[in-house]
């Protein structure tokens, strides 16, 4: 089991940013898959940013496209997810999980929660109008 713990969370205002952090206890830049989820309350959790073992082919949801990018700091096993222009419709609690999906898996990431085994215990952002 890879352990994660999530830091970087916080209350800010709209058009603010903040950088969410994910230390993993082991390597995932070999094979696995990194999501950072997101949940509101009363809302299905959803996943937003994804990177795959190789770092290339990143996913991010719609809503967030343009405004949120994910980076992988393998010195530091950690992944990060920038958010910029946030807004109130981002306020959730983020988490971050890791699916194993093989060596050097260079395809997109799932989304799909069932996929991932591994999770942090999450970060709450708050962004006020």
């Known amino acids: 089991q890879v352990q994660l713990v999530e830091s970087g969370g916080g209350s800010v205002q709209a058009g603010g940013s903040l950088r969410l952090s994910c230390v993993a206890s082991?390597?995932?830049?070999?094979?696995?898959?990194v999501n950072w989820f997101r949940q509101a309350p009363g809302q299905e959790r959803e996943g937003v940013a994804a990177?795959?073992?190789?770092?290339?082919?990143?996913f991010f949801t719609d809503s967030v496209k343009d405004r949120y990018s994910i980076s992988r700091d393998n010195s530091r096993n950690a992944v990060y997810l920038q958010m910029n222009s946030l807004s109130p419709e981002d306020t959730a609690m983020y988490y971050c999980?890791?699916?194993?999906?093989?060596?050097?898996?260079?395809?997109?990431?799932?989304?799909?929660?069932?996929?991932?085994?591994?999770w942090g215990q999450g970060t709450q952002v708050t962004v006020s109008s």
């Open positions: 999980a890791a699916a194993y999906v093989g060596w050097q898996y260079d395809g997109t990431c799932s989304s799909r929660l069932s996929e991932y085994s591994n």
């Open positions: 082991e390597r995932t830049d070999i094979s696995y898959c």
């Open positions: 990177i795959p073992p190789s770092g290339i082919s990143t």
